[in-house]
């Protein structure tokens, strides 16, 4: 009997660790069906994304006459460089690249210090009617863009003393036709705004008493403390911003009229003449056009994942 007891203890703790084995390998099993379930998952939709720009790089290599082939090559059978050759010779590609670059830039430029000033604002500094300003101009999101084309364009025309007009604007074309109408309606974005305010509450408001404390100003606070500590939240906000100026072609398709001020998605439009389109050319100038951003997302994808996954965490 004491022999008994003694084992059925022994025995009733080996089927518990077997059950904790069996526990253990059925949750890492579901877990590595689960981890296999989300790669099968993100990885169709990264085919499925990136399968039309893996055909344009293969449809620029090849002539004409193979682009449209059933079922698309997505081999090149007859290697060819002349698209990008006459792509090179019937465009003027570093006065459009010189364009789309400067416009760009420019607006990068411009957005990530006057955004970053208002969402400092909003974010650190208190004020009344500070969060039914925000609430205001957050609900201007709501309008569409298309809703500001005629009267963007209009006070452009109506600039005083620019482009041939007289004190009250009139007389000549105004910002129409140049740089400055390209670049100064979008020297600052809403959605930039409240981008980099979300980031910004995550900032601790101890540093800034503890600046204000050493005597800080808030425009130094705001240079040497919080905007050092936002780069994740500029990095992403410089990728959309330059990626939406980079492929802007309506807002430059109204404005200019110059072919010295055309950007490179104007120029693309050159090789679409009526109803016939020059396959081949557009395909190796549409890979030049993407490679810019390419790089920049390859540069700083590390900066813009961290921002967007830390953005908005908290209100």
């Known amino acids: 009997m004491e022999l008994a007891k003694r084992i059925q203890p022994t025995m009733t703790r080996q089927e518990q660790e077997q059950r904790d084995r069996k526990a253990a390998s059925n949750r890492q099993l579901t877990a590595l069906l689960g981890k296999i379930a989300i790669y099968v998952v993100t990885t169709t939709l990264a085919i499925i994304f990136i399968a039309p720009w893996a055909w344009m790089v293969s449809a620029s290599f090849q002539p004409i006459g193979d682009i449209f082939d059933w079922p698309p090559s997505w081999i090149p059978e007859n290697f060819t460089l002349n698209n990008y050759t006459r792509f090179f010779e019937e465009a003027n590609i570093g006065r459009l690249v010189l364009n789309s670059t400067l416009v760009a830039g420019s607006v990068v430029i411009a957005q990530l210090f006057l955004n970053s000033l208002a969402a400092y604002t909003f974010a650190k500094r208190r004020f009344p009617g500070r969060n039914l300003l925000f609430v205001i101009m957050l609900g201007a999101l709501m309008i569409p863009g298309q809703v500001n084309l005629i009267p963007a364009y209009l006070i452009l025309q109506h600039v005083p003393l620019a482009g041939g007009n007289d004190i009250l604007g009139n007389g000549g074309h105004g910002w129409l036709d140049s740089y400055a109408g390209l670049i100064v309606p979008s020297l600052s974005s809403i959605y930039g ?123």
């Open 193 to 315: 705004i409240f981008l980099l305010r979300q980031y910004m509450k995550s900032i601790p408001d101890d540093l800034i008493d503890a600046a204000k404390i050493d005597g800080a100003g808030h425009f130094r606070i705001y240079w040497q403390i919080v905007l050092p500590l936002c780069g994740p939240a500029l990095a992403a906000m410089s990728i959309f911003t330059f990626t939406y100026h980079w492929n802007d072609f309506f807002w430059p398709l109204i404005l200019i009229t110059s072919e010295s001020l055309r950007t490179l998605q104007l120029g693309l439009a050159l090789f679409v003449v009526r109803n016939r389109t020059v396959w081949d050319i557009v395909m190796a100038g549409s890979v030049i056009a993407t490679l810019p951003i390419l790089v920049i997302f390859l540069l700083f994808q590390r900066y813009f994942i961290r921002g967007i996954s830390l953005t908005g965490m908290r209100g």
